[in-house]
């Protein structure tokens, strides 16, 4: 297995269009502004920053559930961070600096097709207060951030195209859930996606469910994609998000779990997303994301010996 690209390819995605609390847009700006690019050069990567996607000519599309909102734009946004998120996967680690979570519906449909091409299985770790297990016609606050997870196990979501290389549920992790609707509940029970909520965090830790999950990628010779939610976290530590779910996790942990992605030398792609500027404490969280991707990239405070993941070679 190869350690972490030493490239890193940064995609802005400007998007607002998931939800409903404006704000998300100035995601990508607040990550360069608390200083991501000079952060990834210290620890020895190589930058690309490819800037902002750009959203395409809009398309007219309809669709029967009349609680959706901002569709077009959804899909402009979808199909154009498909096509750069692919391209990015030829020179290194993409990482999306979000904008809100609907971009994972573009992110991964990207990183899934490389993954197809180059003939191995990807796997998806989803670290987020939500399970995003809806379908376009199954949300009922109409906001598609709340759809990805569903989308590329690859459930029925017309009028999206279809996803490229659905990712069996059994390779989705979802880490750190606790806010789960009555309609994700039930699809989610008749799938297999690995399910680690907060009681299983509390219960157990962070480190053994996660180690279980990454020798599994490992011994598939799997890519990792990690999708980053800011309330993944409790709101105490990262307040700028507007959709808040006490009882998250705590600072170190999720350190914790970025050091331990970063030993298992697996993670191919990131996502960071839900960071809303606009509510956040003198760039608190914006900092804190940036500090998590420092820690994934291999930011250490003393060096340990690499574990060995079963399937590593």
């Not at 705590?250 to 809303?276: G, I, P, Q």
């Not at 998590?292 to 250490?300: H, P, T």
Request: glycine share 8%; charged share 20%.
């Amino acid at each position: 297995m190869s350690p972490t690209p030493s490239s890193c390819v940064l995609i802005g995605a400007p998007i607002d269009s998931g939800q409903k609390r404006p704000g998300c847009l100035m995601g990508p700006a607040a990550y360069r502004t608390a200083g991501i690019v000079q952060m990834l050069e210290d620890l020895g990567h190589r930058v690309v920053d490819r800037g902002d996607v750009a959203l395409p000519v809009l398309e007219e599309v309809r669709c029967d559930n009349p609680a959706v909102h901002h569709l077009a734009e959804t899909l402009g946004w979808t199909r154009v961070l498909a096509e750069a998120g692919q391209a990015a996967c030829a020179e290194g680690m993409p990482v999306f600096m979000g904008g809100d979570h609907s971009l994972s519906l573009g992110s991964v449909a990207g990183v899934a097709a490389h993954a197809q091409e180059v003939g191995r299985p990807l796997f998806v770790l989803w670290l987020d207060a939500h399970s995003d297990f809806h379908t376009v016609m199954t949300t009922q606050s109409g906001s598609l951030h709340g759809t990805p997870v569903g989308y590329l196990a690859g459930r029925e979501m017309a009028p999206l195209p279809p996803f490229p290389a659905p990712v069996p549920p059994q390779n989705i992790c979802l880490f750190g859930i606790r806010s789960v609707d009555p309609a994700e509940h039930d699809a989610l029970q008749a799938h297999e996606v690995a399910i680690h909520d907060m009681r299983v965090l509390d219960e157990q830790g962070v480190v053994a469910p996660l180690r279980a999950f990454l020798e599994r990628v490992a011994a598939a010779n799997g890519m990792l994609h990690v999708s980053l939610d800011v309330d993944f976290m409790d709101p105490s530590v990262a307040p700028a998000v507007g959709t808040t779910v006490p009882g998250g996790a705590t600072f170190r942990e999720a350190h914790l779990v970025m050091e331990m992605l970063h030993e298992s030398e697996l993670v191919t792609s990131v996502d960071l997303v839900e960071l809303n500027p606009f509510l956040d404490e003198r760039g608190k969280t914006a900092h804190l994301m940036v500090d998590l991707l420092a820690s994934l990239m291999g930011r250490k405070v003393f060096d340990r010996p690499t574990r060995a993941y079963r399937g590593q070679s």
